[in-house]
């Protein structure tokens, strides 16, 4: 079974350029997640999915970030207008709806701001 | 809103000898938190170490131990005999039983390197 897969690897750019991020979960999982990891502290919710709605969006900074999820599938993360801030590494996981269930996460998307 | 503490940098250890990482939390929900144990070893991506639902409960899982204390408010996680492949960042988190999929909510992570 596939694992969890994100692209790029890693992305460097200047502050106010745009970039985008691309997830494919695994086959079948219902729920989709994006996660925030700043250097040295733990993963920050972002938004996450059921399908292609957004269950929970509060944590997106809306005015520079967006996400989607159109066909309940694959998903794509953007920042129109990057800040040194927003350096870190960006982490998807995907799970399937029960009871605390388990999230497997890809490996990652490393970006930095200069 | 939610929080996880967890002990905080780097926790060097000797092989065979006992680990602790310590991780206390504070949840929002009138019910009770689920809680987890992830772990990111080198060159991997994170994944579920254990996971506990029920208070008063024990999770294991690749010689880990931690228990649900209510009461403490705590999720400690703990090996009697490190190995050097033990070698990783562990993270604590919780979710709220009421939340319509799994949101979890991060320690800060805990390096923990084993020599030999």
């Known amino acids: 079974e596939a694992g969890v897969t994100q692209s790029p690897r890693y992305a460097v750019l200047q502050e106010g350029q745009a970039v985008s991020f691309w997830c494919d979960p695994i086959s079948g999982h219902d729920t989709l997640y994006w996660y925030q990891q700043p250097r040295d502290q733990g993963p920050q919710l972002l938004v996450y999915?059921?399908?292609?709605?957004?269950?929970?969006n509060s944590q997106l900074p809306s005015d520079r970030f967006s996400a989607v999820r159109p066909k309940g599938t694959n998903s794509t993360l953007k920042i129109q207008s990057a800040k040194q801030g927003d350096t870190a590494t960006y982490l998807c996981?995907?799970?399937?709806?029960?009871?605390?269930?388990?999230?497997?996460f890809g490996s990652g998307t490393r970006l930095t701001v200069l | 809103g939610d929080s996880v503490t967890q002990t905080e940098g780097q926790v060097t250890v000797s092989e065979s000898k006992s680990l602790i990482i310590n991780c206390t939390y504070s949840?929002?929900?009138?019910?009770?938190?689920?809680l987890f144990w992830y772990v990111r070893y080198p060159g991997e991506g994170l994944q579920l170490l254990l996971k506990v639902i029920t208070a008063g409960q024990k999770g294991s899982s690749r010689g880990f131990e931690a228990t649900y204390n209510k009461e403490a408010t705590s999720f400690h996680l703990q090996k009697a005999s490190v190995q050097e492949s033990d070698s990783a960042v562990y993270y604590c988190?919780?979710?709220?039983?009421?939340?319509?999929?799994?949101?979890?909510?991060f320690g800060i992570g805990t390096r923990v390197l084993v020599r030999p």
């Open positions: 988190a919780l979710s709220e039983t009421n939340s319509a999929g799994n949101k979890l909510t």
């Open positions: 949840a929002t929900s009138i019910g009770y938190p689920n």
């Open positions: 999915f059921r399908d292609e709605a957004v269950i929970d």
């Open positions: 996981a995907s799970s399937n709806r029960g009871r605390a269930e388990t999230l497997y």
